[in-house]
């Protein structure tokens, strides 16, 4: 490492909580799809802030909305009203079927968000003592505690036990599973259609169907976590249109600001009246500032149609990596993704590979260790993908 890096980490070794195991990299500008560290070398980001800089680093576009912004309001909270808050809601709720948005700052705010509004809509508006989450084996929903609850994962909840109540986990793909977990207290179903942290693992779509049918029976809300899948990623502008889902709200959050905290929930009308002036409630949450930030980012995702870009370029990727799956499949376990949403796990340890990557440049994710996790900004050039494959070709044929 050099002097530089080394300062840096004992630096941060002084000043920060340990809380997270940093990747060997100071990172200290970003265009596009490349980023530069701390001695000048030169990344290509496959990984985009944990699909966050949906638009790429320092998007002028999105800089020159954020200059003007910053020029007129930044912040007055949410005692006022605000233009920049109406037009960032026209523009999200333009791509779905909801009608009501509550702007807050991240994914585990927007997953609280949808928590709080199942559970209120059940007990104020249906008059029903329905609280219970049910949530999908494999899930990630944030690290608030709520949220660590409906996580439900052991390693994330350690030392912080004891974790709220009225959360329930049940094998993801298994109806009759759900099913029977569903009871008079149940007051909403919580799901990922493409799980993320899980290891980019998309859920089929008869299985997602199946799940709105259960729900609509039961008189039981859908909530579909977007957080990392939403904002076109996946080749629609939602995972959840790919199944042909309705949800009755559904979270966003990480690339809706490309890079400023920022986060949303969209609900139906029907499932808003769960709120009211006083349920709910943030501080910073829909800001002048970020709202139009954000309202550009949708703009610009809309008007150069980018999920169907992310589409056609995740297909030919990942064709790509399954073709390179059937020729080395002693390399190369499993292929899977929708969009530029991709996992490739290898029939190995996934860390040597991982840290290859990095050391040729190439900046990605490795998931519980054995996968890959591919987020590029939607904006990426095709020839970094190509690039990309070539590059694990050689890692994987040790070239």
């Given at each position: 490492?050099?002097?530089?890096?080394?300062?840096?980490?004992?630096?941060?070794?002084?000043?920060?909580?340990?809380?997270?195991?940093?990747?060997?990299?100071?990172?200290?500008?970003?265009?596009?799809?490349?980023?530069?560290?701390?001695?000048?070398?030169?990344?290509?980001?496959?990984?985009?802030?944990?699909?966050?800089?949906?638009?790429?680093?320092?998007?002028?576009?999105?800089?020159?909305?954020?200059?003007?912004?910053?020029?007129?309001?930044?912040?007055?909270?949410?005692?006022?009203?605000?233009?920049?808050?109406?037009?960032?809601?026209?523009?999200?709720?333009?791509?779905?079927?909801?009608?009501?948005?509550?702007?807050?700052?991240?994914?585990?705010?927007?997953?609280?968000?949808?928590?709080?509004?199942a559970r209120r809509y059940m007990r104020k508006v249906k008059r029903r003592d329905a609280f219970?989450?049910?949530?999908?084996?494999?899930?990630?929903?944030?690290?608030?505690?709520?949220?660590?609850?409906?996580?439900?994962?052991?390693?994330?909840?350690?030392?912080?036990?004891?974790?709220?109540?009225?959360?329930?986990?049940?094998?993801?793909?298994?109806?009759?599973?759900?099913?029977?977990?569903?009871?008079?207290a149940t007051a909403a179903v919580l799901l990922e259609c493409v799980q993320g942290e899980g290891?980019?693992?998309?859920?089929?779509?008869?299985?997602?169907?199946?799940?709105?049918?259960?729900?609509?029976?039961?008189?039981?809300?859908?909530?579909?976590?977007?957080?990392?899948?939403?904002?076109?990623?996946?080749?629609?502008?939602?995972?959840?249109?790919?199944?042909?889902?309705?949800?009755?709200?559904?979270?966003?959050?990480k690339s809706l600001a490309n890079g400023l905290p920022m986060g949303a929930m969209l609900a139906?009308?029907?499932?808003?009246?769960?709120?009211?002036?006083?349920?709910?409630?943030?501080?910073?949450?829909?800001?002048?500032?970020?709202?139009?930030?954000?309202?550009?980012?949708?703009?610009?995702?809309?008007?150069?149609?980018?999920?169907?870009?992310?589409?056609?370029?995740?297909?030919?990727?990942?064709?790509?990596?399954?073709?390179?799956?059937?020729?080395?499949?002693?390399?190369?376990?499993?292929?899977?993704?929708?969009?530029?949403?991709?996992?490739?796990?290898?029939?190995?340890?996934?860390?040597?590979?991982?840290?290859?990557?990095?050391?040729?440049?190439?900046?990605?994710?490795?998931?519980?260790?054995?996968?890959?996790?591919?987020?590029?900004?939607?904006?990426?050039?095709?020839?970094?993908?190509?690039?990309?494959?070539?590059?694990?070709?050689?890692?994987?044929?040790?070239?």
């Open positions: 490492m050099s002097d530089a890096f080394d300062t840096i980490r004992a630096e941060e070794e002084r000043l920060l909580c340990r809380s997270y195991s940093r990747y060997p990299l100071a990172i200290v500008r970003g265009e596009g799809a490349r980023l530069w560290d701390a001695d000048g070398r030169e990344y290509i980001d496959l990984l985009a802030g944990i699909a966050v800089t949906g638009l790429g680093h320092c998007n002028p576009e999105v800089n020159a909305a954020l200059e003007a912004q910053a020029r007129k309001l930044w912040h007055v909270s949410n005692l006022f009203y605000q233009e920049e808050q109406l037009e960032l809601a026209r523009r999200l709720l333009s791509t779905t079927h909801h009608g009501k948005a509550f702007f807050c700052n991240s994914g585990a705010e927007a997953n609280e968000a949808c928590i709080k509004l219970e989450i049910i949530t999908l084996s494999g899930c990630f929903h944030g690290r608030t505690l709520g949220t660590l609850a409906a996580t439900g994962r052991q390693s994330l909840s350690d030392g912080f036990t004891p974790l709220p109540e009225g959360f329930r986990q049940v094998p993801s793909c298994d109806l009759d599973a759900l099913a029977a977990a569903m009871t008079p290891g980019i693992v998309p859920l089929p779509a008869d299985y997602l169907r199946g799940v709105e049918a259960l729900c609509r029976e039961r008189g039981v809300l859908l909530l579909c976590d977007e957080v990392q899948c939403g904002m076109g990623r996946t080749g629609r502008f939602w995972a959840f249109q790919h199944a042909g889902l309705t949800p009755d709200a559904v979270s966003v959050a139906t009308d029907e499932a808003a009246r769960g709120f009211e002036p006083g349920s709910h409630a943030t501080t910073f949450g829909g800001g002048a500032l970020t709202s139009a930030v954000a309202a550009k980012v949708v703009e610009i995702l809309l008007r150069d149609d980018l999920p169907a870009r992310a589409a056609r370029l995740g297909a030919a990727l990942m064709e790509r990596l399954r073709a390179l799956q059937a020729r080395l499949p002693e390399k190369i376990r499993e292929v899977r993704g929708m969009g530029l949403m991709i996992g490739v796990e290898p029939a190995g340890e996934g860390k040597p590979v991982w840290a290859d990557l990095l050391r040729r440049g190439f900046i990605c994710n490795l998931c519980h260790g054995m996968t890959l996790r591919l987020l590029p900004p939607l904006t990426i050039p095709e020839v970094d993908l190509d690039s990309f494959a070539v590059t694990l070709e050689d890692i994987l044929t040790g070239r």
